[in-house]
C-alpha cells in the first residue's frame, strides 16, 4: 500500500535560518504529491502541490521538488520566520485528484524561534 | 471565499451516546471524505464519497458510518461513543483534480 514518511519533530530553528522537512514516499504508478500546513487550532491548508516528477511546487517562500528516483518530496525555505511555526504535512495521492483519499505523514511539528 | 463547515468546534459527549458531526462544502466538489487526527499517528481516512448517496470505506472505518444525502453536507456518525474515539475531526472536500483538498477547521471530540 501507500506510505509516507517524513521526520518527526518537533523541529526547533531561529529565525531566518533554512528549513528542510524531509519526506519520503511509497506508492505504486505515478502519484501527485502535496505539501499541508496546520496552524495552531485550525484546519489544514494546502501549502503547495506537484504531479509529475522533477516539478517543482513553491508558495509563500516554500519549495519542494518531486523526486522520482529518490521518491523524496523535501519541503525547503530559505529564511523562516515566527509566523511559520506549524505542523506541516507530506500526503500523497495516486488517484489523480485524490478521489481515493490521500495517504498522509504524521506530521512535522515546526518551532521557530525569535 | 470557498469554505468547509464543520458545526461544531468542540463537543463533549458520554460514552454510548449517539454523536453526529456536521460538514458542509459551497464549491460544488463531488468528494467529501472524514478524517480523524491523532497525535504520533497524523491523519487517518475514515470514509469518504464521490457522490450523493454514496460511500466508501477508509482506513478505520470500524464505529463509524456516514451520510450524504445532499451533494454538499457529509455527516459522520459514531453509533455509540466510546473513549477510544476521542480524537480531532477533519472534514474535506476535493473536486477530483489535482487542486487537493479544502478542509474545515475541525471537531475535538471529548467521550467521557
Known amino acids: 500500500g501507500n506510505s509516507v514518511t517524513q521526520m518527526e519533530g518537533p523541529v526547533t530553528l531561529s529565525e531566518e535560518a533554512f528549513l528542510t522537512i524531509n519526506c519520503t514516499y511509497t506508492a505504486t504508478g505515478y502519484p501527485s504529491l502535496f505539501w499541508y500546513v496546520q496552524y495552531p487550532g485550525e484546519g489544514l491548508q494546502l501549502l503547495l502541490k506537484a504531479t509529475k516528477a522533477d516539478d517543482k511546487g513553491s508558495n509563500k517562500g516554500f519549495e519542494a521538488t518531486y523526486r522520482k528516483e529518490t521518491t523524496s518530496f523535501h519541503l525547503e525555505k530559505g529564511s523562516v520566520q515566527v509566523s511559520d511555526s506549524a505542523v506541516y504535512f507530506c500526503?500523497?495521492?495516486?488517484?489523480?485528484?485524490?478521489?481515493?483519499?490521500?495517504?498522509f505523514g504524521k506530521g512535522t511539528h515546526l518551532i521557530i524561534q525569535p | 471565499d470557498v469554505k468547509v463547515t464543520q458545526s461544531s468546534r468542540y463537543l463533549v459527549k458520554r460514552t454510548g451516546e449517539k454523536v453526529f458531526l456536521e460538514c458542509v462544502q459551497d464549491m460544488d466538489h463531488e468528494n467529501m471524505f472524514w478524517y480523524r487526527q491523532d497525535p504520533g499517528l497524523g491523519l487517518r481516512l475514515i470514509y469518504f464519497?464521490?457522490?450523493?448517496?454514496?460511500?466508501e470505506k477508509g482506513d478505520i472505518p470500524e464505529g463509524y458510518s456516514v451520510s450524504r444525502e445532499k451533494k454538499e453536507r457529509f455527516s459522520l456518525i459514531l453509533e455509540s461513543a466510546s473513549t477510544n474515539q476521542t480524537s480531532m475531526y477533519l472534514c474535506?472536500?476535493?473536486?477530483?483534480?489535482?487542486?487537493?483538498?479544502?478542509f474545515g477547521s475541525g471537531t475535538r471530540l471529548t467521550v467521557v
Open positions: 474535506a472536500s476535493s473536486t477530483g483534480d489535482n487542486y487537493g483538498y479544502t
Open positions: 464519497s464521490y457522490d450523493v448517496k454514496m460511500k
Open positions: 500526503a500523497l495521492s495516486d488517484s489523480g485528484g485524490g478521489a481515493d483519499g490521500l495517504t
